[in-house]
């Protein structure tokens, strides 16, 4: 039966790998929001072309400036949060064995002999508890932001996709 | 020619330890103080005679910070 020491430190050595290996995923997921930016600005460049701007005093051709604007608005909102996922990230990693040892030393010299690996488990479990912390909200501001580009991209494909709606109207007319 | 040397060689173990850039104290001391305030809250509800000393990473400057540039760039 290992002891509540031992759990615990089982317990944040996990739990600070999994957070770690969740900051990859993270990492990896910004290729869906950046695809679909592509896409938009590829969407918008073929509504540009297509767009006759000297009828920009008929109600439809306005309606399609506007919906592109706001399109391009959240366009650049969502490249910013993109920025922002990977944006001035600090890692965190436990102790070097350098300062492992010196910090053995110094349970010896304090605690005694007997003290030293319930010392230096108990320090492990502090590091990892540190590290986790630091990658959890890390993690979170990163996911968040990423939430926030992928919304912000379907926000901008659909203002979009209601300008290419209108464009038959306006190339009518 | 350390520009040149820097492209057609990897880059030494010794440089990613070395001393942080000053013109980027600013951004990385708000990092340093948060990890080592949990650090000392953590030496204290665990009651142990040393805290833990993390090593920090910064992917900006791929330079790795350990405890003792960590306290020259709190002080600052």
Partial sequence: MPSSRELRHDHFRQIFLSERSRRESIR???GTPVSAISFAVFA???????FDASRLNEPIAVAIAALTAVSVLALLGAVHQVFMVEWLFVHHEPPRLTDLVQAEESL????????VAAGMMDLMTASYSIAFEQYLWGNTVSARSRTRALRLVILSLTFLAAGFLLLPFHLKG | MLWLDRILTRRRMQDCFGPVPPWSHFRLRPACLQLS????DMQKLLKLPVAPRLTMAD????ILIDPAERRAIETD
């Fill in chain 1, 28 to 30: 990896s997921s910004i």
């Fill in chain 1, 44 to 50: 918008l460049g073929n509504l540009a072309v297509r």
């Fill in chain 1, 108 to 115: 010896r010299a304090g605690k005694g002999e007997e003290e």
């Fill in chain 2, 37 to 40: 305030r949990q650090e000392r």
């Fill in chain 2, 59 to 62: 992917e900006e400057l791929a």
